[in-house]
């Protein structure tokens, strides 16, 4: 068993209205916790930490989030600002929330979906990697049948840590992956050769995801991903989203959330892609908070 060598930590405060349940219930949609746990308000979750297995482990208590991470291997150098950085964002602690409660929370429509889910904000995942290849498995499918399909892709090419948990895979380990290690996991062909022409992309660095990470060029990072074959407007929004931490992709392409919109309308009839794309249009920069706000609904 590798040796336990790095271990950091850290405590953050929590705002006042901080929604525990959303961040523990968006990391346990797989219902077999084979790469994320939750046990009461203890989250934790494997994931790849400099090419090393390892654990985050977050803690929830009354207005504060005590977070720990423990990396497999000797000799691993601490980063306590990269770590800082990685539970901020995945806790959503840097969406400005309450600039835009203030502004929507007399409006119409949003005001009575702000009144009921205050302080709602988006769960991000660990990384921007995480993200895009979570959004090319869930093109078309149902969340059900996604879920599957990450747990064998996790199962396939994560990276076992010491606490038992599978994290899941970087990059460089969805590369080594062969297109028929995908087809066996439950990808079309399509979304495998879409997966792994990512990765190897990312691994060489033409995708330069931890660059674009740092500084968000919301428009390269759209203009290059747009460019590949099986990545849509929508996969790149969503991505955007959970793993960058942009609120601003129009989703207009969903269908849950177009489903809700009718129906906080009051429409009789399905709205249309179109017409969604033209009614978030007036929430910029927030359309992608929007959007979330009408999945909670």
């Known amino acids: 068993m590798p040796r336990r060598a790095s271990l950091q930590s850290l405590e953050l405060p929590l705002p006042r209205n901080y929604r525990v ?8 949609r797989d219902p077999e916790r084979v790469s994320e746990r939750v046990d009461g308000t203890i989250l934790q979750k494997g994931l790849v930490w400099r090419g090393a297995p390892a654990c985050l482990t977050v803690h929830f208590a009354s207005r504060r989030a005590t977070a720990e991470l423990a990396v497999d291997g000797p000799g691993r150098k601490d980063d306590p600002a990269r770590f800082e950085q990685l539970v901020r964002r995945m806790l959503g602690l840097t969406q400005p929330i309450a600039a835009f409660e203030r502004k929507y929370r007399r409006h119409p429509v949003l005001g009575p979906l ?18 895009l290849s979570w959004a090319i498995i869930s093109q078309q499918i149902s969340v059900r049948a996604a879920v599957a399909t990450r747990r064998k892709l996790v199962r396939a090419a994560g990276k076992p840590h ?3 948990l599978l994290c899941y895979p970087d990059a460089q380990g969805v590369a080594r992956l062969a297109p028929a290690d995908l087809r066996a996991a439950g990808f079309t062909q399509g979304k495998a050769e879409a ?3 990512l990765a190897r992309s990312a691994c060489s660095g033409e995708i330069p995801l931890e660059r674009w990470s740092e500084t968000l060029p919301v428009e390269e990072i759209r203009t290059a991903l747009l460019s590949r074959r099986g990545i849509g407007p929508w996969t790149v929004d969503y991505a955007l989203m959970r793993g960058f931490g942009w609120l601003d992709g129009s989703l ?11 129906r906080v309308l ?3 009839e399905p ?27």
């Not at 349940?21 to 346990?28: G, I, N, P, S, V």
């Not at 207009?252 to 009718?262: F, K, P, T």
Request: aromatic share 10%.
């Open 21 to 28: 349940a959303d961040t523990l219930e968006f990391h346990q």
């Open 114 to 131: 702000i009144a009921r889910h205050g302080g709602l904000r988006v769960p991000l995942v660990a990384t921007p990697f995480e993200a």
């Open 162 to 164: 010491s606490g038992g």
């Open 195 to 197: 997966l792994l022409a």
């Open 252 to 262: 207009h392409g969903d269908l849950a959330m177009r489903r809700q919109l009718q």
């Open 266 to 268: 009051g429409l009789p």
């Open 271 to 297: 709205v249309s892609a179109a017409q969604a794309r033209e009614w978030l249009s007036a929430f910029s920069p927030w359309r992608a908070l929007v959007a979330f706000h009408l999945w909670a609904a």
